[in-house]
C-alpha cells in the first residue's frame, strides 16, 4: 500500500517515547494533514500510543474521532530527524455520492434503473478492505441488497448483488 502522506516531523520525536508534548505535536500534526485530506468531515482527538519506541522504522497505529466513528492511521517514522509517514485505514464515504455512484454503476451493469438507500448518516467510515450493504429499488419496487467493498481509502469501492 503506498503512504499517503509524510510529515516532516518534529527532530524531537525521536524522544518522544513518554507520550508528552513532542506526541502531542505529531498528534496535532496528524490531525492538520488528515483535516486537509478529509474536509468537510471534522477530525477529533487523534491519539498516538504513548509506549511506542519513536525510531527510525518504527511503526504504530493511531486513532481519531471522524463523524463520530472510529478512524485509524498507520504511521511509519523513516528517519532520525523525526520526519514519519502515514497511510489511512479506514475511507470516509459520503453516503449521497456513494449511493449516486452505484445508481449509476449497477444502471449500467444490469440495464435498467434502480435508486439506492445506503442509510440514513451523511458518511459512512469503513476499513479498507470491509464491506456494507446498501438497497437497491427498481422503479417497479422490487428491492435487492448489493455488498459494497471499500478498495482503499480514497473511496474506490467495488460491488456484488447478494442473493435474494
Known sequence: MKPLGILMGFAVLMVACGGGTDQT???RELQTALAGELTPVEIKDVACPEDVELTP???????AEVESSYYEVQVTVIDAQGRFEYER???VLNVVTTELQL???????LGFEVTTNC???EYLIVSVGNTFQCTLVRETGATRNVEVQVENADAVITWQLLPN
Open 25 to 27: 505535536a505529531m498528534e
Open 119 to 121: 442509510g440514513d448518516n
Open 89 to 91: 485505514r479506514h475511507a
Open 103 to 109: 445508481e449509476a454503476d449497477v444502471t449500467e451493469a
Open 57 to 63: 522504522e518504527s511503526v504504530f497505529l493511531c486513532g
